[in-house]
């Protein structure tokens, strides 16, 4: 039994790559000349925002005493998960120090980035968890200086919650900035901001866009574009709860792919069935986004059993990855490609996006086959050192002045010859690769 499509996409999430970069390269040029008030121009443009823009610490006050009391209890509940599993995270990784040969010693040390900026979306969703989920590692990680940058409301300003969000995650500036003019104020020092050694947070197509523009002078955490979540789904499955799954993603936009992998046709029809119907149960904006990622970029899938799903899926690489199957251990085991796995009906993309501890910056567009999401070790270098006893150096010494006479690269043959003829003035060396 070959792969059966009950849906297939008509577009993927590339069918919609805007011609943005011109467009962002320019704005970043502009900024970086014309520095504070070129970016405050373009605030002015796009945001509709004449405020004041890195907030000070009486407006983050004002902003936090507007957040209601259940609210900040879910944001510190979400907060203390995420900075708990970075933690574990951060635990992970430890310097090391090894004697490779005796008397030569090497190792390695982790150390955090200087200054991170972080950047929250707020336009058509106010990305609170994200937020959290940025400033909090970069805490974590130990990073010296944290700014966190969302686009402000016209009239009004950077939404309460995210202020109270990244204030307790430890954002030590708040910016009322949005888009480009934002990550260009984090790049490039502007307001009296110490310059962003590495940009993280998910955004629109021109925040994606300009994080790629400005990779290499800074680091960022990836090249992100639309969200996209895939479904495993056995026989076992409740088909309301994978419909429901679906859509809750779907809702992102409306390029955001959603997928349904099962060796059960009779679940995935089912599931066809309901996804509609749930669709059209959503508030206005939410419906729209939901309906045309079903519609233009949802895939349904039915292969001839597990091991074939979880190939199908390690080629889709998805950026989330649910799991409602039997025998959760072999999938857990087998499946290799994924942002973020979810195992069983316990357990939803939402809780990760949201609060359970995990990242949901995440890898999306194929990523997942070649790096994980953010993490504390984003924001942290390994670095590596060695020394060396004159002794010690020897054997290194003769190994490197002859392979590197080997490879033609005479200049580095000569700086271990100089050590041999100090050190051991009264021995003679084959420095040469010949026999």
């Given at each position: 039994?070959?792969?059966?499509?009950?849906?297939?996409?008509?577009?993927?999430?590339?069918?919609?790559a805007?011609?943005?970069?011109?467009?962002v390269?320019t704005?970043?040029?502009?900024?970086?000349n014309g520095?504070?008030?070129?970016?405050l121009e373009y605030a002015?443009?796009f945001?509709?925002?004449?405020g004041?823009?890195v907030?000070?610490?009486?407006?983050?006050?004002a902003?936090?005493?507007?957040?209601?009391d259940?609210?900040k209890a879910?944001?510190q509940?979400a907060?203390?998960n995420?900075k708990?599993?970075a933690e574990?995270?951060k635990?992970?990784?430890s310097?090391?120090?090894?004697e490779i040969?005796?008397?030569?010693?090497a190792?390695?040390k982790?150390?955090?980035?200087?200054a991170a900026?972080?950047?929250?979306?707020?336009?058509?969703y106010?990305?609170i968890a994200?937020?959290?989920?940025?400033?909090?590692?970069a805490?974590v990680?130990g990073c010296?200086h944290?700014?966190?940058?969302s686009?402000?409301?016209p009239d009004i300003g950077?939404?309460?919650?995210?202020?109270?969000?990244?204030?307790i995650?430890?954002?030590?500036?708040?910016?009322?900035?949005g888009?480009?003019?934002?990550v260009?104020?984090?790049?490039f020092g502007l307001f009296g901001?110490?310059k962003?050694?590495?940009?993280?947070g998910?955004?629109?197509?021109?925040?994606a866009e300009?994080?790629r523009?400005l990779?290499g002078?800074?680091g960022i955490?990836?090249?992100?574009?639309?969200t996209d979540s895939?479904?495993l789904?056995d026989k076992?499955?409740?088909a309301?709860?994978?419909a429901?799954?679906?859509?809750?993603?779907a809702?992102?936009?409306?390029n955001?792919?959603?997928?349904?992998i099962t060796?059960?046709k009779?679940?995935?029809?089912?599931?066809?069935?309901l996804v509609?119907?749930?669709?059209?149960?959503l508030?206005?904006v939410n419906?729209?986004?939901a309906?045309?990622?079903?519609?233009?970029y949802?895939?349904?899938?039915v292969c001839?059993d597990?091991?074939?799903?979880a190939a199908?899926?390690d080629e889709?690489?998805p950026?989330?990855?649910?799991?409602?199957?039997e025998d959760l251990e072999?999938?857990?085991e087998?499946l290799t490609c994924?942002?973020?796995?979810?195992?069983g009906?316990?357990?939803?993309?939402?809780?990760?996006?949201k609060?359970t501890g995990?990242?949901h910056?995440l890898?999306?567009?194929?990523?997942?086959?070649?790096?994980?999401g953010?993490?504390v070790?984003?924001?942290?270098?390994i670095?590596?050192w060695q020394r060396?006893t004159?002794?010690g150096?020897?054997?290194?010494a003769l190994a490197?002045a002859?392979i590197?006479?080997?490879?033609?690269?005479?200049g580095h043959a000569?700086?271990?010859?100089?050590?041999?003829?100090?050190?051991?003035?009264?021995e003679?060396f084959?420095?040469?690769?010949?026999?």
């Amino acid at each position: 039994m070959t792969r059966e499509y009950l849906k297939k996409a008509t577009l993927t999430a590339k069918s919609d790559a805007s011609e943005v970069h011109e467009t962002v390269k320019t704005i970043l040029a502009d900024i970086e000349n014309g520095g504070d008030a070129k970016a405050l121009e373009y605030a002015k443009k796009f945001d509709r925002y004449e405020g004041n823009v890195v907030l000070t610490t009486k407006e983050v006050e004002a902003a936090c005493a507007l957040v209601s009391d259940k609210l900040k209890a879910d944001i510190q509940f979400a907060h203390e998960n995420v900075k708990r599993f970075a933690e574990a995270q951060k635990a992970t990784v430890s310097d090391v120090e090894v004697e490779i040969v005796p008397g030569v010693m090497a190792g390695q040390k982790a150390i955090p980035v200087d200054a991170a900026g972080c950047y929250v979306p707020g336009g058509r969703y106010s990305h609170i968890a994200s937020a959290i989920m940025t400033v909090t590692t970069a805490k974590v990680a130990g990073c010296h200086h944290i700014t966190a940058c969302s686009p402000p409301r016209p009239d009004i300003g950077v939404n309460p919650a995210i202020v109270y969000a990244a204030h307790i995650s430890g954002a030590d500036k708040i910016l009322a900035l949005g888009g480009v003019q934002g990550v260009a104020a984090m790049t490039f020092g502007l307001f009296g901001l110490p310059k962003a050694n590495i940009l993280v947070g998910p955004g629109n197509q021109f925040v994606a866009e300009a994080k790629r523009i400005l990779f290499g002078r800074v680091g960022i955490d990836m090249i992100a574009g639309p969200t996209d979540s895939l479904i495993l789904a056995d026989k076992t499955a409740d088909a309301h709860i994978v419909a429901t799954d679906l859509v809750s993603q779907a809702e992102h936009g409306y390029n955001s792919p959603v997928w349904l992998i099962t060796d059960n046709k009779a679940l995935a029809e089912k599931v066809m069935e309901l996804v509609p119907e749930l669709i059209n149960d959503l508030p206005d904006v939410n419906r729209e986004n939901a309906f045309a990622a079903w519609r233009d970029y949802a895939e349904v899938i039915v292969c001839k059993d597990r091991e074939d799903m979880a190939a199908c899926s390690d080629e889709y690489a998805p950026e989330h990855l649910t799991v409602q199957a039997e025998d959760l251990e072999w999938w857990l085991e087998r499946l290799t490609c994924y942002g973020s796995l979810f195992l069983g009906e316990e357990t939803t993309v939402s809780y990760g996006d949201k609060a359970t501890g995990t990242n949901h910056v995440l890898p999306t567009s194929g990523a997942a086959s070649y790096t994980g999401g953010l993490s504390v070790h984003k924001y942290m270098k390994i670095v590596t050192w060695q020394r060396a006893t004159r002794d010690g150096s020897k054997p290194v010494a003769l190994a490197t002045a002859r392979i590197s006479r080997l490879e033609g690269m005479e200049g580095h043959a000569r700086a271990a010859d100089v050590r041999l003829a100090k050190y051991f003035p009264n021995e003679q060396f084959d420095l040469t690769s010949d026999d």
